[in-house]
């Protein structure tokens, strides 16, 4: 592999990197805030978000 062949293999890695981060940032921003209620076979589960 000569050198501008590894060079785009590294920013090729570099940006699907970043587009994942951008991805998970954008999912856990929205996600709803606010209390969460559950009903299982423990009971009534309450968790503050």
Do not use: C, D, T, W
């Not at 293999?9 to 606010?34: C, D, N, Q, T």
């Amino acid at each position: 592999m000569n050198r501008s062949n590894g060079l785009y293999v590294i920013i090729g890695v570099l940006v699907v990197a970043v587009i994942g981060l951008g991805a998970y940032i954008f999912h856990e921003e929205s996600k709803p805030r606010g209390i969460e209620m559950s009903i299982g076979k423990n009971g009534v589960s309450i968790e503050q978000n």
